[in-house]
């Protein structure tokens, strides 16, 4: 009898071991914004918080994908630059017993498909507005067309035609031939190449967009640039999930700059 109470001791031993030494194994899980699935979206410069939901863990290692690690236990995401990156999730506990979890993590650009010149304005008799001084055309049509640059630091409007001649063009669109000066009809353009609108560089105002005039002569003039003085320039929508992203441009005349997540 003896002899069998000593076995049952020794295997009711054996059997908390074992238990005690499963429930510490760790177990590695993460969240995006409450999404647990394993691949997940995000815009270029968007952030937000991964949050490590990891049992049995004592530390934490982060691999972004990108050459970035972490050890902090829950980490901001964000990515300049579009892609698919690997987000490697490893925890450890104090035995050293791991366990890693991945996901992918696909990073989209705000590209340009449309943009909509709500109205436009103009003085055909330059500088007769006392609160605003702006060289126009001095006929009443005129062809038009949207320009956008990436501002240089150091770089100045050229008077008159509004051209910063240091600054990278990024997009000219088509001309439009015969416009009046004052048109309340907005008017579309479709944008087939890929125009990439970089959201920090919106919101530093190095994204510059410009309305643009040539008249009969030739000439072009500036009717409106968001880096003129009083020029209201704002993303008016970030929508991610309807995948809507609108940039808006106004001052005598209206600019919309609707965009795609791709």
């Not at 590695?28 to 394993?38: E, K």
């Not at 972004?64 to 902090?72: A, E, H, K, M, V």
């Not at 709500?118 to 003085?123: F, G, K």
């Amino acid at each position: 009898m003896r002899h069998w109470l000593i076995i049952g001791l020794i295997y009711s031993t054996f059997i908390i071991g074992c238990q005690k030494e499963t429930n510490n194994q760790p177990d590695a899980s993460f969240n995006f914004r409450g999404d647990t699935s394993t691949v997940i979206k995000m815009a270029t410069y968007d952030t937000c918080t991964l949050f490590n939901s990891s049992i049995n863990a004592d530390s934490s290692f982060w691999d972004l994908g990108n050459g970035n690690i972490s050890t902090d236990k829950n980490l901001v995401l964000t990515f300049p630059n579009p892609g698919t990156y690997a987000i490697k999730l490893t925890v450890k506990t104090n035995e050293g017993q791991t366990s890693s979890i991945e996901k992918k993590v696909i990073v989209l650009d705000r590209v340009l498909k449309t943009i909509i010149i709500n109205y436009i304005q103009w003085d055909t008799i330059p500088n007769n507005n006392p609160h605003f001084i702006g060289v126009w055309p001095s006929s009443p049509m005129a062809d038009v067309f949207v320009l956008v640059q990436n501002y240089a630091p150091g770089d100045s409007i050229v008077p008159g035609s509004g051209i910063m001649p240091d600054s990278e063009i990024i997009y000219q669109s088509p001309a439009i031939q015969d416009v009046s000066y004052r048109t309340f009809n907005p008017i579309q353009i479709d944008v087939t190449d890929k125009i990439v609108v970089d959201k920090q560089l919106v919101l530093d105002r190095s994204f510059v967009i410009s309305l643009m005039a040539k008249d009969n002569q030739g000439v072009i003039y500036a009717l409106q640039t968001s880096r003129f003085g009083g020029s209201t320039f704002y993303i008016r929508e970030e929508d991610f999930a309807n995948n809507k992203f609108t940039v808006v441009s106004s001052l005598t005349s209206s600019l919309e700059f609707d965009c795609k997540f791709e």
